[in-house]
């Protein structure tokens, strides 16, 4: 598996269809001889090529079930998205009870980091005047990295539910098993590609608290299959289940227990860049906090979920509703302060040299003119600026464009049409001497 990112290609799938090319955020992914390819310096890992591929060409690598077998105590922490994935018969207890019998030592609830997250959260805006934008979503974190560096001192700077929740989960084990670090595996149960890629990318942080990241799909069909089958005798008793950090998984769960605070809640990485862009433009300074979110209607809709995310949102609403306070919980057991504060991916799309640079953005104004400004796609690259930028940088060529390249042909087929009639002088009859050889 890439290290750098979860999101590959299976090229044997691949039609070269330029769907994911529109769909990428980040103008990631380029087609070439018929296959698509992802410029990894771009890819943020939000999924939206998985989503957006009719031919299922593009995937998630993930870790495997087997992986359990490599620890003493193999913990699996659970995001709030999972138990949407269930209606009213499996319940949060059930899960929990169903994952012990796949395997896993212990099981730790993300919900919890969710919860004492909004508590600091809460003290943390009313000790500041900046607005702050929710640093969750690692899709959204990398997003503004890449293409928003300049409202990156807006980002929360905490770590995520599931970094605080694998901390404190590593810790306890250690302290009250005497475990050591090599035979502790926390797993999290992820719903999305970009949480995958902070296990060995982590956002912040010198190293993951986390080891491995299973696809919640992988789990689900697992966890259906022996659920019928559990002794629901060995319960879970004494466990408060923290019904409000279950709310995260969907759009405004997060903003919403921060109660009395302005928020804005937005969800789907297109919307979440529209805000930003407002936000960069300073026409959002009332607002105090922005929940956002790559996935639609939150991490429900993560592509790594089995269900219909509108159907696993009402799971969700449903749950939420038994939720009575917050779970009291010793806030300083848990970790929240990030290693480094969170950096610009700086990538200098035409030249790192400045002079280069310049000249290649003259160049690259008369490319644009050139190019025909329909965005279409057709040449591989998602629209005519970025065809414009890999022509110059000798990624791509002029006639990529269909429409160049039909006028090109067209050109052509006129001066063969005209060359075929400037025959030399020795080969050429007059329309005199033509018109004689008729009479
Ligand atoms: S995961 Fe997102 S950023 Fe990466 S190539 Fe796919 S659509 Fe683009
Ligand atoms: S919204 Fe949630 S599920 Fe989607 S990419 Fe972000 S963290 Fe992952």
Known sequence: MSNIHSVLLKPDKCKGCTNCVKNCPTNAIRVHQGQAKIKEEYCIDCGECIRSCEYHAKYAATDDLADLERYKYPIALVPPSFYGQFTQNINPAKVMLALKDIGFFQIWDVALGAEVL?????????????????????????????????????????????????????????????????????????PCPAKMTTVNNPLGMEKSY?????????????????????????GIDGYDIPYFGISWASGGGEANLLEDINTVSVAGIHNVMSVLEELDRGDLAHVRYFEMVACQPGCVGGVLNVKNPFLAEFN????????????????????????????????????????????????????????????CAACGAPDCRTLAEDIINGLASRTDCIFILRQQVADLADEMATLAHALPPVMKRNKEEDDDDED
């Open 118 to 190: 909004t508590q600091v959260t809460k003290e943390y805006i009313t000790d500041t005047d900046r607005p702050l934008i929710s640093s969750s979503c690692p899709a959204v974190v990398r997003l503004i990295q890449l293409l928003y560096p300049e409202l990156l001192g807006y980002l929360a700077p905490f770590k995520s539910p599931v970094e605080i929740i694998a901390q404190r989960a590593r810790e306890f084990i250690k302290l009250e098993l005497g475990a050591d670090d090599e035979e502790i595996g926390i797993f999290f149960i992820t």
């Open 210 to 234: 986390l080891d491995r990241a299973i696809a919640a799909d992988t789990i689900y069909h697992e966890l259906i299959r022996r659920v019928d089958n559990l002794d629901e005798s060995c």
């Open 316 to 375: 969700i609403h449903n749950l939420t509703k038994k939720g009575i306070n917050l779970i009291k919980q010793d806030l300083n057991k848990y970790d929240f302060d990030l290693q480094n504060p969170f950096k610009e991916k700086s990538i200098a799309s035409l030249d790192d040299d400045l002079i280069v640079a310049m000249a290649k953005l003259t160049r690259l104004e008369k490319e644009i003119e050139i190019l025909p400004g329909l965005d």
